[in-house]
């Protein structure tokens, strides 16, 4: 078998014309002619091509399912017509796995005829078509765009638990477990461990799943996501969180268009402009806009219905030119109990959405931050502080004015995508439905 050490990648072969090299990958397709055998190998870079002429070369690479992990070393020579405009010639070739077995579907094919059902039950070999892997590869790069920018400003990435004693935060809509004989549940957010990490940090970011037991059946809700979260410390109030989540957007489209360009360019993907400053209204003048434009009347009502989201996206978009929009001052009956009301209208809150091309994207806002605003918030919704106490812990020994924002990592590549489920921009989905693969 021959080492891998010596191993060159398929997007490497046009700087390596006249060397013989060896090529490892997926067999993505294989063609016998009459008088030559093609074999086109898929590896992380790209596709390569060997063309295997002659009776026993020709012998030598025809019987290899598709999927099949080969290693082929040949001479690079250049063909315009080859993947990349180069190709192997006098090409020997060596099976590292076994014959696969066919996948659902062709994988060259450029289309992908399958239902998502069938992509998502197949999710370990279907992910192999290009098309399909392509949104994994443009979310990795949003995470490095997400790190880098927030690395620049000072923060600190943070990783806390996952499993977390009680279900204070809101509520039912969490999943519970068995931690040893002592009831648990998965964490709903990082909300309480990265507020109190501002005292240590003033700036901390965290990656990584949440867990929400909501029976949602749509195409944009899962039980399981990526969040990827922020909280600052010394703010003036929720602008100033406004103004981070505008650097850090601006910093994962540029990753994307860096690190994802060939996956962009193979799902037609065009990268938002992020505005200098993003466009805002208040949540109370956005419902009065929809009921003079519209024939709806959202007055009165604590939130927006996604139908109000697209609305106000679609001018934000022709009033602004941007294909994002804060809407800020949500009312407080619809905020969590840690939100900061609005000085001079305490129905509103010192907290926002970011509408991205019709869907809401992230929530975030400034926090409360005196240990007494705590207690007597509680108080007023008739609660005990002491299921908070560990929470509440950091705010007995001084905190700062703070916020902070949650994004979605998988709503962020779906709306970049363009696909119609958020599903197609998850890794193996976890839903009402679904535990499998």
Not at 11 to 40: C, M, N, Y
Not at 165 to 194: C, H, M, R
Not at 272 to 285: G, Y
Not at 350 to 363: A, I, K, P
Request: proline share 8%; hydrophobic share 40%.
């Amino acid at each position: 078998m021959i080492s891998t050490s010596t191993r060159t990648l398929a997007a490497e072969l046009p700087r390596r014309i006249g060397d013989r090299v060896t090529v490892q990958g997926w067999l993505h397709r294989g063609r016998t002619l009459k008088s030559v055998v093609f074999l086109i190998l898929r590896d992380r870079s790209g596709l390569a091509q060997a063309v295997f002429t002659g009776p026993e070369a020709m012998a030598e690479a025809d019987g290899h399912p598709e999927e099949t992990v080969l290693s082929v070393t040949g001479t690079v020579t250049a063909n315009p017509q080859a993947p990349g405009g180069v190709e192997l010639t006098s090409p020997e070739v060596v099976a590292l796995s076994g014959p696969a077995e066919a996948p659902p579907f062709d994988l060259y094919r450029p289309g992908v005829p399958a239902t998502l059902p069938t992509i998502l039950d197949h999710a370990p070999v279907t992910l192999r078509h290009p098309a399909l892997r392509a949104p994994h590869v443009i979310s990795a790069a949003s995470v490095a765009g997400f790190r880098a920018a927030l690395d620049g400003l000072g923060f600190t990435e943070i990783h806390t638990p996952k499993v977390v004693a009680s279900a204070t935060e809101s509520g039912a809509n969490v999943f519970a477990i068995d931690w040893f004989g002592t009831p648990a549940y998965l964490a709903q957010s990082p909300q309480f461990f990265k507020q109190a990490m501002v005292g240590v940090f003033e700036r901390v970011y965290e990656t990584g799943p949440v867990f929400r037991a909501e029976p949602h059946d749509t195409a944009r809700h899962l039980a399981q996501y990526t969040s990827l979260d922020a909280e600052l410390g010394f703010v003036t109030d929720h602008r100033d969180v406004m103004a981070v989540l505008r650097e850090v957007l601006a910093g994962m489209t540029e990753a994307v268009a860096r690190q994802a360009g060939e996956e962009c360019a193979l799902l037609d993907v065009a990268l938002p402009k992020v505005p200098e400053r993003i466009p805002e209204i208040h949540f109370a003048e956005a419902q009065e806009l929809i009921a003079a434009h519209t024939a709806e009347d959202p007055r009165g009502e604590p939130d927006l219905a996604p139908a109000h989201e697209r609305w106000l996206s679609e001018w934000a978009l022709n009033e602004h030119g941007s294909e994002f929009l804060f809407v800020s001052g949500y009312p407080m009956v619809k905020r969590p109990f840690y939100t900061h009301p609005q000085p001079g209208r305490p129905e509103y809150s010192n907290s926002f959405d970011l509408l991205f091309r019709g869907l809401e994207l992230v929530t975030g806002g400034q926090r409360l931050h005196r240990y007494e605003d705590y207690l007597a918030v509680l108080a007023a919704k008739g609660e005990s502080a002491e299921p908070y106490e560990g929470y509440l812990s950091a705010f007995r020994h001084g905190m700062p004015p703070h916020g902070g924002f949650a994004l979605g990592l998988e709503r962020w590549t779906a709306r970049l995508t363009g696909a119609d489920n958020v599903r197609r921009a998850t890794l193996f989905p976890r839903d009402l439905h679904r535990l499998n693969p």
